[in-house]
C-alpha cells in the first residue's frame, strides 16, 4: 500500500494580497451538481454535469494590522471576490504543484471569535463562483 507525507507551505491570495501568513487552512470542496438525464425507458438512473457549486471554507488568525485579514476582508462582505487562489507551496505552478483560482465566490459573513488567552481567529466560507486549477 502506497503511502505518503505532504508537508506543504501553501499560498493563499485574494485578489493580488497575500494572505498565506495568517492562514491555517484551505479547505475546498469543488463541486459540480448532477443533474438526470434520465428519459422514458430508462432502466438505471443516470447523470449529467449542471453548474459548479464551489465552497472555500480558509482558517485565519484574526489581525487588523494593514494588509492582513481584518483589512483583506472587511469591505469584501456581501460582495462577489473576483479572484482567489491557492497553491500547494510557493514552488512554480506545474503538475505537481497546480494553482487553483476561484472566481466571483461570495462572501456572506466575517465573523471573529475572541477567547482569553487564545489566539484570535475567523473562518471565512466563500461560496459559488468558478473554480478550476492551473498546472502550468
Known sequence: MATSTYLSNPIVSIGAVDIS????????????????DNAFGSTAT????????NTLTLELY????SSETYATFK????TKITTVT????????SATNPL?????SYLEELPVVYSLGELSRC???LRGGTFAWTEV
Open 123 to 125: 473562518t471565512i466560507v
Open 100 to 104: 487553483g483560482t476561484l472566481t466571483n
Open 75 to 78: 469591505s469584501l462582505v456581501g
Open 62 to 65: 484574526w489581525s487588523t494590522a
Open 21 to 36: 501568513d495568517q492562514c491555517t487552512s484551505a479547505n475546498l470542496s469543488q463541486k459540480i451538481m448532477a443533474l438526470s
Open 86 to 93: 491557492i497553491k500547494g507551496s510557493s514552488a512554480a505552478t
Open 46 to 53: 443516470s447523470f449529467t454535469a449542471g453548474l459548479q457549486d
